[in-house]
């Protein structure tokens, strides 16, 4: 990128609006949560199952949904200018856009970090994450990180991940399981309770064989309580009465 001033807003000139890099502002919101809840069964309903298949398949989790433009960064980042305070920033901080604007052909965003570079300046980031060192002061004057007298952002590049979108909140509250039909024995019906990540790996350690008496109706295994209708070496027929989930 070559040194140029920019105009950062809108302004009037002998009833003329001059934005020549079209810059514009972009929509700013909180991010939104929403409740999903996925399973292979409704309630009450007769469904069934052959060995090796789940009678029981639960992915219960919240989404996050951000519609601004944000970016987090794989590496720390540190910023500095002549008689200034040196900022640091921790791996996998974030940059939130306020506008766009267009540069030599490329739409940039126009992001900031917490706390913010030295008198508000901020960095164009591409929309793919992109950042080659430029930054672009509050007054719109576009230049190069660690030009003569002004920021020193450090590392001079740095390939941003985007933010925006959907995430899946991997917190306490994620859940991910499924009990497998694994056949009877003589007195016994067999299942196979599994656990997975997030991105549905399965989780060894959270993995339990469950046996249940095979002359008995109930299957209860915490706050799943499966009514069996007929149960073979082939397969099981079954109702799911409860599950404790708390859809929305």
Not at 151 to 166: K, R
Request: aromatic share 10%; hydrophobic share 40%; charged share 20%.
């Amino acid at each position: 990128m070559k040194k140029i001033a920019i105009v950062l807003g809108l302004l009037v000139l002998g009833g003329c609006n001059i934005n020549p890099y079209n810059v514009r502002p972009v929509a700013q919101s909180a991010p939104a949560q929403r409740h999903v809840v996925e399973k292979n069964y409704e309630l009450g309903q007769e469904h069934s199952a052959f060995v090796g298949q789940p009678l029981v398949r639960v992915k219960d989790y919240y989404v996050e949904t951000r519609t601004a433009p944000a970016f987090s960064s794989p590496t720390p980042m540190s910023a500095s200018w002549w008689g200034g305070q040196d900022l640091h920033y921790p791996e996998g901080f974030e940059l939130r856009a306020a506008a766009q604007m267009d540069l030599e052909g490329v739409t940039y965003y126009i992001a900031q970090p917490s706390p913010p570079l030295h008198q508000g300046v901020g960095m164009l980031v591409a929309p793919d994450g992109r950042f080659r060192g430029g930054l672009i002061t509050r007054n719109g004057i576009f230049f190069e990180a660690c030009a003569v007298g002004a920021v020193c952002v450090s590392p001079a590049q740095i390939d941003f991940t985007s933010t925006s979108g959907e995430t899946i909140l991997k917190g306490s509250g994620f859940v991910n399981f499924e009990i497998v039909y694994s056949g009877t024995s003589k007195d016994s019906i067999n299942l196979l309770y599994r656990e997975y990540t997030p991105d549905d790996m399965a989780r060894p350690a959270f993995t339990q064989a469950l046996t249940y008496d095979r002359g008995e109706p109930l299957i209860r295994f915490r706050e799943i309580q499966i009514r069996v209708l007929d149960a073979s070496n082939e397969s099981l027929r079954y109702v799911v009465e409860a599950d404790g989930l708390k859809e929305e």
